[in-house]
């Protein structure tokens, strides 16, 4: 099955769209300019064809009869990111917390993958990692 859309698109819930984006953006993501943004939405870049829209919490509730997810008592799902080095995935979860974001765990170094991860400002959990291909394949 293709995909018919440019973007492949997640949302998110968050308290505030502002703070979200400041914090997504300081992590170095890119707004897309393909989407206006508003008090409710943003849309983020996280990958070549990948993208978050961060929406305001009362306008998602919107979207769906469905109760969300209290983030501070419950894990929904982990946002897995694949970069090209060590170093980056470092820089990435040290640059969130400085952003007010948390640890998730501590590093975990499997020898072909490295894996780390924070948990951003509305208690999503964010899994960042960098897989040596070459060590896989051995």
Known sequence: MALTSAFTSFNLPVKNVEQ???FFTGLGFELNPQFPENENSV??????NLQVMLINQ???NTLTE?????TSKYAQM????????????DEIVNTAVSLGGKLHAEPEDHGFMYHWGFVD???HLWAINYMNMDAAKG
């Open 20 to 22: 979200s984006k400041a």
């Open 43 to 48: 849309a983020i870049v996280i990958g070549d």
């Open 121 to 123: 400002l509305d208690g």
């Open 78 to 89: 982990t946002v897995a990111l694949a970069f090209e080095s060590r170093e980056k995935v």
């Open 66 to 70: 469905k109760e969300s997810v209290d």
């Open 58 to 60: 009362a306008f998602f």
